[in-house]
């Protein structure tokens, strides 16, 4: 079982940043790649971008050169930093863990981008 909580959500007008977190618990000891992704209202959930621990980090096309994704193993962590934030970029975002037969997800935090 692994237990993922996001946090750092919020309203921000176009041009602005902000910082996601993602704090993993439970049964960590073995997670190799973790990610998020993002749900617009009415649209399907896209990734976003995810990190191996290893560090090899991989991003989805519409968010390249503005977000960027890190992992703190000491704390358990998984963070976003986005920037040049798009009105497109709203909706929620989602911690991911796939693991072999099931994705372990957050419960999402929600981020909204004002022109």
């Known amino acids: 079982q692994v237990q993922l909580v996001e946090s750092g959500g919020g309203s921000v007008q176009a041009g602005g940043s902000l910082r996601l977190s993602c704090v993993a618990s439970?049964?960590?000891?073995?997670?190799?790649?973790i990610g998020w992704y993002r749900q617009a209202p009415g649209k399907q959930r896209e990734f976003v971008a995810h990190i191996t621990s290893g560090g090899y980090t991989n991003y989805g096309d519409s968010v390249k050169g503005r977000f960027t994704i890190s992992r703190d193993n000491a704390k358990n962590t998984l963070y976003l930093q986005m920037n040049s934030l798009k009105p497109e970029d709203t909706g929620v975002y989602y911690c991911?863990?796939?693991?072999?037969?099931?994705?372990?997800w957050g419960q999402g935090t929600q981020v909204t981008v004002s022109s």
């Open positions: 439970g049964s960590i000891f073995s997670i190799n790649l």
């Open positions: 991911h863990v796939p693991r072999p037969g099931y994705n372990y």
